[in-house]
């Protein structure tokens, strides 16, 4: 039975048929946090058996070789499978909550009351 992939949603190790390169989690403590944080998952388990799929990686991903074999050098970045919900996004920059300047507000005061005694006056000579 093959390994199967920890990215929630994702079926890759599920059929025999299916042939998709897997790789282990890296031995590095550093790039092993990397790598379970960019996966959109919560309880993704730490052990030495935990593989994620090549269908997680850009089709030309950088791959170095690590004990005699090739692995990617980035943490996986493609999670078509998984619901739009649970992919982290970039935080939105902060709107900046300027407040008017009370010259601004009275002048704006005084151009409302200036109209209404105008509009007054105009009602007044019309009758």
Not at 57 to 69: D, H, M, Q
Not at 73 to 98: D, E, G, I, M, Y
Request: hydrophobic share 35%; proline share 8%.
């Amino acid at each position: 039975m093959g390994r199967k992939c920890c990215v929630t949603g994702c079926r890759s190790g599920y059929d025999s048929q299916d042939k998709t390169s897997v790789f282990r989690l890296p031995r590095d403590k550093c790039q092993r946090l990397r790598w379970l944080s960019a996966i959109p998952r919560d309880n993704i388990p730490d052990k030495a058996d935990t593989v994620v799929c090549e269908k997680h990686w850009p089709a030309e991903y950088e791959k170095l070789l690590s004990y005699g074999r090739y692995r990617p050098a980035n943490p996986p970045s493609v999670f078509t499978c998984v619901p739009q919900s649970l992919t982290p996004t970039a935080s939105s920059k902060p709107r900046s909550t300027k407040k008017a300047l009370s010259n601004q507000r009275s002048f704006i005061f005084h151009f409302i009351l200036k109209f209404q005694i105008l509009s007054l006056m105009n009602v007044f000579m019309l009758v």
